[in-house]
């Protein structure tokens, strides 16, 4: 009889809880949809946009927002659901029944564990790859031309620790093909020493290999001066680090990249100096710290929601605002600080996420326990 008891209480908590959610994400869903719909209004027109490019235009950006609105979603849920359970005297009643207030919020507890398992899932790889996809999506549309990413045009790269110079007019990294290729070597002292010229180019994975079509191997010496100049219509070239992912890996953001890219990025150019991998070794970390944030939110707001009087209604909604906006602005902090190398990638990512939530903690810890929580007073009041 007592499992019937707890498990009713359990559904009748959650069905409170879940209803509120659903509408909270839907409606930041829907003003987001209505908001970047007109924004981008003009360029779908222009450029004739069907009704299946538009909807696989926005169902690829949902991850996106959904990082964002769910955590809000679940701290206004909980305010609104706990501020009316405690007006109606419900939590005091179950309270009262013998139940702890770390049972009552069992359910809650595990909904925060689901949403961050939710939030995991989309911030891998979905989530992130969303703004790339979003620009090269619109520019489909505005040219009516279908884009890659993997291509990239006009490029130059430099191989710092080989001394290599590469031009390409164009290069895709998914086919390992080149377009009108330049290569330049320097010597140590940066004076160029040889060079290579290829109408087209492949690279070969399995024996990293770069192939030359229509190639000419120039030699010259200190002053610039032609030494040697060699043309054949196939030149194989071994023995070269460089591959087409890891030079196109230059030009990666990594804001858009997922787990598996960054892990990528992180092993093929692993020679990189510690200032410039920072940023990418920084999003690893931040890709499994955000999703936490649901947790941190559940004993943010839990504590915060089980007031008495109207009076600590208000205050008890606006403190756990205020903490979320503080553990918001925290992790962009923190993140701007490990992306230019000024802490370790681990304390910016993990930092703000293990101080709200051992804040949430100490003030569910004083709620069990029946003490008051701090109250913020104005000098003067």
């Given at each position: 009889m007592a499992l019937v008891t707890m498990t009713l209480l359990d559904s009748y908590l959650l069905r409170k809880i879940l209803v509120p959610l659903v509408y909270s994400v839907s409606g930041f869903i829907s003003?987001?949809?209505?908001?970047?719909?007109?924004?981008?209004?003009?360029?779908?027109?222009?450029?004739?946009?069907?009704?299946?490019?538009?909807?696989?235009?926005?169902?690829?950006?949902?991850?996106?927002?959904?990082?964002?609105?769910?955590?809000?979603?679940?701290?206004?849920?909980?305010?609104?659901?706990?501020?009316?359970?405690?007006?109606?005297?419900?939590?005091?009643?179950?309270?009262?029944?013998?139940?702890?207030?770390?049972?009552?919020?069992?359910?809650?507890?595990?909904?925060?564990?689901?949403?961050?398992?939710?939030?995991?899932?989309?911030?891998?790889?979905?989530?992130?790859?969303?703004?790339?996809?979003?620009?090269?999506?619109?520019?489909?549309?505005?040219?009516?031309?279908?884009?890659?990413?993997?291509?990239?045009?006009?490029?130059?790269?430099?191989?710092?620790?080989?001394?290599?110079?590469?031009?390409?007019?164009?290069?895709?990294?998914?086919?390992?093909?080149?377009?009108?290729?330049?290569?330049?070597?320097?010597?140590?002292?940066?004076?160029?020493?040889?060079?290579?010229?290829?109408?087209?180019?492949?690279?070969?994975?399995?024996?990293?290999?770069?192939?030359?079509?229509?190639?000419?191997?120039?030699?010259?010496?200190?002053?610039?001066?032609?030494?040697?100049?060699?043309?054949?219509?196939?030149?194989?070239?071994?023995?070269w680090h460089e591959t087409p992912w890891k030079i196109t890996s230059s030009t990666m953001n990594p804001e858009f990249l997922g787990i598996p890219e960054l892990t990528d990025y992180l092993r093929y150019n692993a020679e990189f100096p510690e200032s410039r991998l920072a940023p990418f070794v920084t999003h690893w970390h931040y890709r499994w710290a955000l999703p936490w944030v649901c947790l941190v939110v559940v004993f943010l707001a839990g504590p915060l929601g089980v007031v008495n009087g109207r009076r600590g209604i208000m205050g008890g909604v606006a403190g756990a605002i205020t903490l979320f906006a503080g553990l918001i602005f925290s992790s962009s902090l923190f993140l701007a600080l490990g992306k230019g190398d000024r802490i370790p990638a681990w304390t910016a990512s993990w930092g703000p996420v293990a101080i709200f939530m051992a804040i949430g903690l100490w003030l569910f810890c004083l709620k069990s326990t029946g003490r008051e929580l701090p109250r913020l007073r104005l000098p003067g009041s």
């Amino acid at each position: 009889m007592a499992l019937v008891t707890m498990t009713l209480l359990d559904s009748y908590l959650l069905r409170k809880i879940l209803v509120p959610l659903v509408y909270s994400v839907s409606g930041f869903i829907s003003v987001w949809l209505v908001w970047d719909l007109s924004s981008n209004l003009p360029d779908f027109l222009s450029g004739h946009a069907t009704f299946s490019q538009l909807a696989r235009f926005y169902l690829l950006q949902l991850p996106s927002v959904l990082m964002l609105s769910i955590p809000v979603g679940l701290l206004l849920s909980l305010l609104y659901t706990l501020t009316q359970m405690s007006r109606r005297n419900e939590i005091i009643s179950m309270l009262c029944a013998g139940r702890s207030l770390l049972r009552i919020f069992m359910p809650l507890i595990m909904l925060g564990f689901v949403a961050t398992g939710l939030l995991a899932v989309l911030n891998h790889t979905m989530a992130p790859q969303a703004g790339s996809l979003r620009d090269v999506m619109k520019e489909e549309i505005k040219t009516g031309r279908k884009h890659s990413r993997g291509i990239v045009s006009n490029h130059l790269y430099r191989n710092r620790e080989d001394r290599r110079l590469w031009f390409f007019t164009s290069l895709d990294r998914e086919n390992n093909t080149a377009l009108r290729v330049e290569i330049i070597q320097q010597d140590e002292s940066g004076i160029v020493k040889e060079k290579w010229y290829g109408e087209q180019a492949s690279f070969s994975p399995g024996n990293a290999t770069w192939i030359l079509q229509n190639a000419r191997h120039v030699t010259v010496d200190s002053e610039g001066n032609l030494v040697a100049s060699e043309s054949k219509p196939r030149l194989e070239i071994t023995g070269w680090h460089e591959t087409p992912w890891k030079i196109t890996s230059s030009t990666m953001n990594p804001e858009f990249l997922g787990i598996p890219e960054l892990t990528d990025y992180l092993r093929y150019n692993a020679e990189f100096p510690e200032s410039r991998l920072a940023p990418f070794v920084t999003h690893w970390h931040y890709r499994w710290a955000l999703p936490w944030v649901c947790l941190v939110v559940v004993f943010l707001a839990g504590p915060l929601g089980v007031v008495n009087g109207r009076r600590g209604i208000m205050g008890g909604v606006a403190g756990a605002i205020t903490l979320f906006a503080g553990l918001i602005f925290s992790s962009s902090l923190f993140l701007a600080l490990g992306k230019g190398d000024r802490i370790p990638a681990w304390t910016a990512s993990w930092g703000p996420v293990a101080i709200f939530m051992a804040i949430g903690l100490w003030l569910f810890c004083l709620k069990s326990t029946g003490r008051e929580l701090p109250r913020l007073r104005l000098p003067g009041s």
